[in-house]
């Protein structure tokens, strides 16, 4: 129960979120989101992608707009599981949001290196990323198929006992049989959706306005196919779902819920608004008082009922 | 919390040359704190355009800050629209500034008169006008203060930088005014030498200057420019590669927030 007499927490794979407006991974930074406004405002923090390694990232410009949207080539630029368990993570701790994990690979024992470290560590769950679609070995290869969907979960499943969540591409023709399939090797959780595969070109210079020419596109423009998606998965799978692809307000968060998501992720809305979390989630907070919600499963259930 | 973002009233807005706007904004006392070479980043009332436009500061004055922009694109087209008595959000100041007490240390390091120049290209003029008024606060009289300033073609903001500065020489491309040429050109043609160089202008104008100031072995610092998402270190989208001037490890630093000023010889300069 928070101050306004709701039940804002749910439970994630025995995971206990305070709220459910988390941050998605690439999209904050404890230090410099911090600058604008409490952390412990948050139900969960998932990191920026982390490999085993450092990775470099690709060439500038990064970022493109788009209309309603942008797109990124970052390429999963990071310090390494080193750096993150050094520098970053007792910073982290600091705080009470529960802490997410997102864990990068170019090989399937790359991913697992990284799990068995970083799942070792005072963390409480891992976000496997097999869907950026910015890096040319590893990422979306393992989250396009659901056969190598299935394996990379099988796979981190041996190596950590923390509650894993697999994040989904929607660059596939059927989401729900990737759900399907890293369900059924003991994942915990599924995020989804990760940026759409997109492209910009300058026409007056006649090239690509990325310097990696195709990006991942996010933010408003995308919210449609996002929630098509987790509506679609809340029906292939029982594991929870974690819902994100451009929330900008809490009815937008509501949305998702409705779709059946259990939790959501703030993303570009945060790069737009630094502040967006918070305001998302008071927002929220301010629809279930509308309609008198009184917890989220009375949302979910609420769009369920009516529509079945 | 030490940054947010802000409503600010538009109380002028001026075309001062052709498609170069000068924007007043009064915005509270959160600008108490502002260091040269910082910028702020703009949300246009457009939500079709998400992204902040990071926009350099020319001056700040307790509740004022002005800004000069170009009309490069879509944004900037849509904000030179943008009247006088509106308002707008912007965050607080972001980034680092241009570091004055390196500055101001090498200076006073040494004996008899010193020399500061200012060398910046475009839309690389504007911040001059705040990092010249800041230097000119912290003056002694054995320093000399001069800005050596390129254009394309129309030249701007000449006068304020005169009001600050004890030398302003311009160079215009096409040669409407001041020397013809570029401003390096200029700088080598009238024996422009300094003490210390701060710059801020296109990467190709940075990069020559880097080599110079090396030769000379004289201190530089560049304020760079790179395409930002959320400008204010979250996303990661406009890294530079850095190398240490100790250890000289490579490393990715972020533009919006380790920069966007860094000492010219921590630059990577060819990628």
Redesign the interface.
């Known amino acids: 129960m928070n101050d306004h007499g709701l039940d804002l927490s749910v439970s994630i794979a025995g995971v206990l979120l305070e709220n459910p407006v988390t941050v998605a991974s690439g999209t904050f930074s404890a230090r410099d989101s911090g600058e604008f406004y409490d952390i412990n405002e948050l139900g969960a923090i998932i990191t920026k992608g982390v490999a085993m390694e450092p990775w470099e990232g690709n060439p500038t410009p990064r970022i493109a707009e788009t209309y309603g949207g942008m797109l990124n080539s970052v390429g999963l630029q990071n310090p390494g599981a080193d750096a993150f368990l050094r520098e970053e993570l007792p910073y982290l701790k600091m705080f009470r949001p529960k802490i997410i994990v997102n864990i990068v690979g170019k090989t399937v024992a790359a991913y697992c290196s990284a799990a068995e470290k970083l799942g070792g560590a005072d963390v409480d769950m891992l976000e496997i990323n097999i869907s950026c679609p910015n890096i040319k070995e590893g990422g979306i290869s393992f989250g396009a198929d659901p056969k190598t969907a299935a394996e990379i979960t099988r796979e981190i499943k041996r190596v950590t006992a923390k509650p894993i969540i697999m994040k989904l591409t929607p660059n596939v023709a059927d989401i729900s049989e990737i759900a399907r399939a890293v369900e059924s090797e003991g994942a915990d959780c599924v995020s989804l959706i990760n940026t759409l595969l997109g492209m910009r070109i300058d026409v007056h210079n006649k090239r690509p306005v990325l310097g990696n020419q195709m990006g991942g596109l996010s933010g408003p423009a995308i919210k449609p196919v996002a929630v098509r998606m987790v509506y679609q998965v809340r029906r292939a799978v029982r594991i929870p779902i974690i819902g994100l692809g451009g929330i900008m307000t809490g009815e937008d968060a509501a949305e998702f819920l409705m779709a059946g998501a259990d939790a959501v992720s703030v993303g570009t809305a945060a790069l737009v608004d630094p502040t967006a979390p918070v305001r998302i989630k008071q927002e929220l907070i301010d629809f279930m008082q509308q309609y008198g919600y009184r917890n989220l499963r009375e949302i979910r259930e609420s769009f369920l009922n009516q529509n079945n | 919390?030490?940054?947010?973002?802000i409503e600010a009233q538009i109380i002028d807005h001026t075309e001062i040359t052709r498609d170069v706007y000068r924007i007043t904004l009064q915005c509270g006392s959160f600008l108490s704190g502002v260091s040269p070479g910082q910028f702020i980043n703009l949300?246009l009332n457009d939500?079709?355009?998400?992204?902040?436009r990071p926009l350099s500061i020319c001056r700040a004055e307790a509740d004022r800050v002005v800004l000069v922009y170009r009309v490069v694109g879509k944004?900037t087209k849509e904000l030179s629209g943008y009247q006088s008595g509106g308002s707008l959000l912007i965050?607080t100041p972001l980034g680092r500034g241009y570091d004055l007490d390196d500055v101001f240390r090498t200076l006073d390091g040494r004996s008899g008169y010193g020399r500061i120049a200012l060398v910046a290209g475009g839309l690389g003029v504007p911040p001059m006008v705040e990092l010249a008024k800041a230097i000119r606060k912290r003056m002694t009289g054995r320093i000399k203060l001069i800005a050596a300033l390129g254009f394309r073609d129309e030249t701007f903001l000449i006068e304020e930088l005169e009001s600050f500065c004890d030398e302003v020489q311009i160079a215009v491309e096409n040669g409407s005014a001041g020397f013809q040429g570029n401003v390096l050109a200029m700088m080598e043609k009238q024996g422009a030498e300094a003490d210390y160089y701060l710059s801020c202008g296109p990467r190709p104008m940075l990069k020559a200057l880097a080599v110079i100031c090396s030769g000379r072995n004289k201190p530089l610092q560049v304020s760079l420019e790179?395409?930002?998402?959320?400008g204010?270190?979250?996303?990661?989208?406009?890294?530079?590669k850095t190398k240490d001037r100790d250890s000289g490890t490579v490393k990715?630093k972020k533009v919006c927030?380790d920069g966007p000023v860094f000492f010219g010889e921590e630059v990577v300069w060819d990628?």
């Open positions: 919390m030490t940054k947010a973002i949300y939500k079709s355009m998400l992204l902040p944004g965050s790179e395409r930002m998402g959320c204010y270190g979250a996303c990661v989208g406009c890294a530079c990715q927030k990628e």
